[in-house]
């Protein structure tokens, strides 16, 4: 996730952030000591360059005191990173200030590099891909180069010298997270078809605790959305308080998917999938995965 502080609207765009990087306009230090990096960069004058990137997993510490300093500064400055808590001060402060815009534009300026690699490894094996299946694979693949040789590999010998429609793709190489995704709205909207979906996901090799992962993070939305509700608050303040969103677009389509749930019935599904991951964890066999979660669909229907 990208953390955008800028005195300049126009750098606040994504293809605008995107650019810089590529053309290496911005000097990047790592966040694990973002406080001394940040102290480093003001006193040596390091804002000469159009934009700086602190990056790394998270930010550890919970104070924003040394990020306010860069509100000063006419440059855009950059956090890559991939959680801030909310629930910390430097979360509620990066999402309360009007100056910063939280997007997710790590994918595009990533998205050349993956795109020459896939280019690369489909003329070697001399594989003929369409505009359009070229696109279905990145989207399916990801950032991940060694499914990608993989998948590349068995399309090459399923499909020889012929050329490669999208439309021909999704059997052969399912896009993980759609499937994903499908399976966690499915949870509270067709209970019925859980225990089917769970198992295709096992057979395409998705590993349990990522299916689980995904389901604890749309239930955990969908939950803090309808204690919202049930709350009296406004579709702004579930969006800022609660989900800590940067603008409640999205909150309007999650009060569409609790319509019929409450809040108690989000909170036993929330507590069930985090028993169920600790007890997989523990050593609980994967196959019985599927009827777990059919168990808590049912009592959500």
Not at 38 to 60: C, N, R, T, W, Y
Not at 150 to 167: C, H, N, P, S, W
Not at 219 to 248: C, F, Q, V, Y
Request: proline share 3%; glycine share 6%; charged share 30%.
């Amino acid at each position: 996730m990208l953390y955008v502080i800028a005195g300049d609207d126009a750098f606040r765009k994504s293809e605008k952030i995107a650019e810089i990087i590529k053309v290496g306009g911005c000097e990047r230090f790592n966040v694990t000591t973002l406080e001394d990096a940040i102290s480093d960069a003001l006193s040596l004058g390091l804002f000469s360059k159009k934009a700086m990137v602190f990056e790394g997993k998270e930010i550890p510490y919970k104070d924003s005191k040394p990020l306010e300093p860069l509100l000063t500064i006419e440059n855009v400055v950059i956090l890559d990173v991939t959680t801030v808590d909310g629930r910390t001060k430097l979360g509620k402060w990066l999402n309360k200030q009007k100056c910063v815009e939280r997007i997710n534009a790590l994918n595009q300026f990533q998205e050349d590099k993956i795109k020459a690699e896939l280019a690369m490894r489909s003329l070697k094996l001399g594989l003929d891909l369409s505009i359009h299946a070229k696109q279905y694979l990145l989207e399916a693949v990801g950032p991940d180069i060694g499914r990608m040789q993989r998948e590349l590999e068995l399309i090459k010998a399923y499909f020889g010298e012929d050329q490669v429609l999208a439309t021909e793709l999704p059997a052969l190489v399912p896009d993980y997270a759609q499937n994903s995704y499908q399976l966690a709205k499915a949870l509270t909207e067709e209970p019925e078809t859980v225990y089917e979906r769970t198992q295709s996901l096992i057979n395409l090799g998705i590993h349990p605790l990522q299916i689980l992962a995904t389901l604890i993070n749309r239930i955990e939305k969908l939950m803090l959305t309808a204690i919202g509700l049930e709350s009296g608050l406004k579709r702004e303040k579930i969006a800022e308080e609660l989900l800590h969103l940067p603008d409640n677009g999205r909150v309007f389509y999650l009060i569409k998917d609790v319509e019929y749930l409450s809040a108690k019935q989000l909170q036993f599904a929330f507590v069930e999938l985090c028993g169920l991951t600790h007890r997989l964890k523990r050593g609980t066999r994967s196959e019985r995965l599927p009827l777990e979660l059919a168990l808590i669909a049912s009592k959500l229907a």
